[in-house]
């Protein structure tokens, strides 16, 4: 599954035996997992890294409190984005607005997060998404709808936008 982390004990032949969260171990394919040393080998949090990955999961069900490509919800979308890329953001949308760095919607760029929520933010933060830039924002939507790119005035939350905030440095 996207994202999971599994500690690395050998190399034999085209595979690489790993340890399993039981403790017993399994042998995964080399062309079907990446090894990384450290979460700082892992692809840095570009915007196009995150988009280029996100894109990956468009018309995945979204699942309230799902994590993985069986589906997800709006924040356990970019809690799984941005850990793949070495981040890790708290796991809901209240807390991972609490993250980086405010940014003017003049001033947004691709990768940054764009949450909106009801009476401003003073009110409830409810959802999140990955701004792409062009007025697109790549989420997943409400148990109606699965993982869309979307524009910002068709994605059903324009009147609720509150707050631009940009994790990292990009």
Known sequence: VYGVRLPYLEAKGGARRVMLPDGSTAYLRSDVATYNRTASDLPPPTASNLLNAGKRFLGAPYIWGGLTPYGFDCS???????????VTLPRDTPQQFQQGVTVAATEMRPGDLLFFGKGGRRGRIHHVGLYAGKAMMLHAPNPHRRVVLATLRSSGFYQEFVECRRIGSR
Do not use: K, T
Request: proline share 0%.
């Open 76 to 86: 356990g979308l970019m809690y799984a984005l941005f850990r793949a890329h070495g």
